[in-house]
């Protein structure tokens, strides 16, 4: 589907996206400045995605005529969040091109089929349990405690999780989660959190992105740095080949991440996967010579694939709703003259009306010539924004 070229029925090719989010929306802006044109079906009328892209399609992601109209508009389609019910992808995979394909998303959507899926791919993660029935709830291993209760599907940001000292806060955890199918992991002595983000093409051609430091509040990203700091060069070819090692396995077409933990003594452990680009790649708008979002383009669009490089040392901050409050509660709007006076600073906001606290608004990415510039000038940053 090359850019700007017009498909057999006389029109231009046009890309599509399943979901608006902000995800979407820099995936519709890294089409757009390649010359496609850009759809997205999102039910939600002020869809950050929905506004910049050519055509919105207002729809349920089941809804029949919403999907119908995706087919006839798009040449390929692609998604932009993990839980795109499986029905509708195979609904728009049986007419168009859909990347990733409805089978590796369905691994994603569900913990335990993520878990066994890094088993099999020779992935260590940790130790967990499928709690579906009482019985499995009763019967499960004491070296599970103390752990995690997580759901196995919808979780994200932290939420649909629990953490349980025993076995009594086990059964009280999974009442609060309404007895839903879950997973109870290993609480596990973390030293950092990294991520890789893979592009692999349809023709098996893989390449990878910087393995990325992520630091986490209350379960939610809140910084990422390239390159990682903490991390020898041995413990970052283990982590991009164990990402590679799960989307050649899944036979994965497009941007895939991989979450890790690098615990205390020094070993990798996968955490999870998103079928998607990731917020700890949005550096890489900014600071490589492609984005996770043009890799996203190019992988739909069938075109050639060229490893990244990273040109800049990068640290992302998340830009919640929580910096559109000052400290009594009063709405604001956050210093951003202040903050784009900071040498290397990259504002992106998503174009989402209400602020409220924990959502995710936008990002901001310094890049610097070494890693203690971009250290230095992102603290500054963060004490600007309070
Ligand atoms: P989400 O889908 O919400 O991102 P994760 O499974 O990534 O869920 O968990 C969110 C965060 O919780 C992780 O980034 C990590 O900080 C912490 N966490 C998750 N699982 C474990 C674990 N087994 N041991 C220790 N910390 C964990
Ligand atoms: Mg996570």
Redesign the pocket.
């Known amino acids: 589907l090359l850019p700007g070229a017009t498909g057999e029925d006389g029109r231009p090719i046009t890309l599509g996206v399943m979901g608006g989010g902000q995800l979407g929306r820099m995936f519709v802006q890294a089409a757009q400045e390649m010359g496609y044109v850009t759809v997205v079906l999102d039910p939600d009328a002020a869809s950050p995605a929905g506004a910049v892209a050519h055509h919105h399609i207002r729809a349920g992601y089941l809804d029949e005529q919403g999907l119908a109209q995706l087919m006839q508009r798009s040449s390929a389609i692609t998604t932009e969040f993990e839980n795109v019910p499986a029905a509708a992808l195979l609904t728009l995979g049986a007419q168009r091109p859909v990347a990733p394909g409805a089978d590796a998303v369905a691994v994603c959507q569900d913990r335990d089929a993520e878990k066994r899926h890094f088993r099999a791919s020779g992935v260590p993660c940790?130790p967990w349990a499928l709690i579906e029935t009482a019985e499995q709830l009763a019967t499960v291993a004491d070296e599970l405690l103390p752990?995690?209760l997580?759901t196995a599907r919808l979780?994200?940001?932290?939420?649909g999780?629990v953490r349980v000292a025993d076995r009594a806060a086990l059964a009280a955890a999974w009442d609060e989660l309404g007895r839903v199918p879950c997973v109870l992991?290993?609480?596990?002595p973390?030293a950092l959190?990294l991520s890789v983000i893979v592009a692999r093409a349809a023709d098996g051609t893989l390449v990878h992105f910087p393995v990325q430091q992520n630091l986490?509040r209350d379960?939610i990203l809140a910084v990422t740095q390239v390159p990682a700091p903490e991390v020898s060069e041995a413990l970052r070819q283990q982590a991009v080949q164990c990402a590679q090692a799960v989307a050649q396995s899944l036979r994965y077409v497009g941007v895939l991440c991989v979450?890790f933990?690098v615990l205390q003594d020094g070993t990798l452990v996968a955490?999870?996967m998103a079928p998607r680009p990731h917020n700890s790649g949005h550096y890489s708008i900014d600071a490589c010579d492609q984005s996770q979002f043009d890799l996203q383009v190019r992988t739909l669009a069938g075109l050639p694939l060229a490893a990244p490089r990273l040109h800049s040392c990068a640290v992302m901050l998340n830009l919640l709703g929580d910096l559109w409050f000052d400290a009594q509660g009063t709405e604001r709007t956050p210093p951003w003259a202040q903050v784009l006076a900071l040498p290397g600073a990259h504002l992106h906001l998503y174009g989402k009306a209400g602020a409220r606290p924990g959502r995710k608004m936008g990002h901001l990415t310094i890049t610097a010539a070494d890693a203690a510039t971009a250290r230095a000038v992102a603290l500054q940053a963060a004490a600007l924004l309070g």
């Open positions: 940790a752990g995690i997580k979780g994200y940001d932290g939420k999780q992991e290993k609480m596990l973390l959190e986490h379960g979450e933990f955490n999870e």
